[in-house]
């Protein structure tokens, strides 16, 4: 059976917009931000305490965390110590640490494999959960890898297990390059809500087959009742050959009201956000929510 309430984590600003190649202002990715805020979006990826080497458009962190109002929760990316930080400094409560499954897309992501990755984040994580600071962990290529294929649905719950027995609060298990099935959803979402009961269990799905609304009802279905999502559809990691854009909020949003599943989110105004952040970016943005409400 179906919720009666679903959770949106609004990952536009920063999976959104990492690989806009338009660098957008500080004050308007504020600007985008403070409209989402408004919309009724109470989780958010801020933005990422990366190599600005690695990801120019991500170089602003420090100030969109110190200017963004403290409502909800409001995570920033960090892949490493320096990160963690930095982002602490700015006065971030809410981190997210992000691993690959695949050896080869870390590499390409972070510079190092998954053992390597995994080492360094332990005693992060430690620290961090020793200061009380919510910790999320986003595993990247949980179904498939742009550089290796398939990946076994063990190897994606070995990690998972690692990050709960290390005491993070969430796991965002991705669907990088948007290969998965409701199939494969379903199936991967339902061991994972098994195994975890004492997580948060949040689905990240890429739109690049469109199977995305059809791969969160499956994970709807498992019993995932929170969901990534950018509005606009924006996004894509610039490290995974082939990632498109996030599945779009205002998508998600209206097909989890169509159901009665609330989010608190007001689509109008979710629109409205995204009116702010289309002029800034590259290509215009043609989700069905957001056609229609310009069409009105
Ligand atoms: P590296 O080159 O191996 O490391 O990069 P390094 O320690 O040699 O550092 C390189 C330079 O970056 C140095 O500067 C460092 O000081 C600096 P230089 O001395 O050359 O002037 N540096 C930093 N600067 C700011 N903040 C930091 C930081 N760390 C080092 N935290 C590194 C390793 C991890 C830094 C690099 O690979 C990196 O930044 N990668 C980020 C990749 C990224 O942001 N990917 C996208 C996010 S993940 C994603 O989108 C997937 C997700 O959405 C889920 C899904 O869909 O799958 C979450
Ligand atoms: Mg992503």
Known sequence: SLPNNATIIEVGPRDGLQNEGNLVSTENKLEFITALQNAGIQEMELTSFVSPKWVPQMADAKEIV?????VGRQFVLTPNERG???ALESGATSLAVFVGVSNTFNKKNINKTTAESMAALQPLIYDLKKQGI???ACISTAFYCPFEGAIAPEATLSLCRQ????????????DTIGMATPKESYALFTQLVEAFPNVLMTAHFHDTRRMALANITAALQAGVTRFDSSAGGLGGCPFAPGATGNV???DVVNMLHQMA???GIDLDLLCKAIEKIEPHVTNPVT?????LYKNK
């Open 163 to 174: 990050f709960v027995e290390w005491g993070v609060d969430e796991l965002s298990v991705a």
């Open 248 to 250: 779009a909020t205002e």
């Open 261 to 263: 599943i609330h989010t």
């Open 287 to 291: 989700t069905g929510m957001y056609t």
């Open 84 to 86: 963690v930080t930095a």
């Open 134 to 136: 919510f910790v999320r």
């Open 66 to 70: 110190a200017q963004t109002k403290k």
